[in-house]
């Protein structure tokens, strides 16, 4: 049985019990409520008709009932009507908003994110339909970027395979020899390889599954390994690297993930700074964390692609990105790992000016 005629029969038997228990209480307790007002009037009554006292108490309780009776048999079909047009209607509204919930969950389990339900009301019902239009905003949400997931990787992967059949192809030919087909053939692997290696990490990052190693770190270990890492690439470039010197307070923090994010802010900054520019990596205490921020002078990025920066696969400049070997989850992998490490990461831009991208970790305890 459907819930609407399930909820008015229910409603129905109420009213019938409701409407059998009136009458039982009246014959229960009607009596106490006028004995007293029928002794009275059986007393005045009794000389006038010269009946005994208690015939005149007898038919007196007995015309009370009968009255009471009639009064509320005569009530009832009103009564009745009344109660079964609000039963109908309660019954019919709630029936309605039980639908409506039925058919979203049902579009909802289709995969059909884009159906809202109207929040109506203060109840229950409106927190039901609410929840629920916030559970399919968040699996299209979900849906989408599994999609653009697919459809990134698809692409990233589409450019080292025609590469490899390439030189395949040319191997078989005999235009290529089998020497420099093998150097390109690794090359594309190598990229492929790197590829995988950073979808896995962003997975696990995603997924809190990272794996750490914390310890106190001395901030000056890490400033000489990424001026020593990096200096060779800006100076081929032109791009000065200016490194803080100061001292500065030790870090609780895993040391290669650290590393791995500087790294990842240096690599995005020298690639989008032209000869000529700086890039500045500064360090200092903030209040219980130790900011690190990484400031170039670049191309710097547009406010409507700011808010994304961090999403997977998103290039503000995808062609040029692509060209470069960026694969776009390299901003993504960052701020999972300082986030995993118990800080967070900001970006703020101005278009042809620059960018600054800047994460905080925690400071090391003091030894008691």
Partial sequence: MRFFPRLLLSHLLVILLAAGGMFA???LLAPSFYREHVDRMAVMMTGMVGSTNHELRTDLEAGLRTTLNRALLASLPLAGGVALLTAWWMSRRLGRSVQRLDEGSR???QGQYTLRLPETGNDELA???HNLNVLASALGRVEQGRVELIGNVAHELRAPL???????DGMQDGLITPDRASHAITREVGAMDRLVRNLSLVSRVEAGKVDLHPRTIHPAELCTAIRDRFSTSFEEKGVTLDVTDAPLPA???DEERVLQVLTNLLVNALRHTPAGGQVRVHAGPQGGMLKFSVQDTGTGIAPEHLARIFERFYRADPARSRIEGGSGVGLT????LVEAMGGQMTASSEEGRGSTFAFTLPLAPVPG
Wanted: charged share 15%; no cysteine.
């Fill in 107 to 109: 579009a909802l389990a």
């Fill in 333 to 336: 992998i960052a701020r999972g």
């Fill in 25 to 27: 209480a009246a014959e």
């Fill in 162 to 168: 025609a590469a490899l059949r390439g030189y395949a």
């Fill in 251 to 253: 870090i609780q923090a």
């Fill in 127 to 129: 927190d039901l339909a």
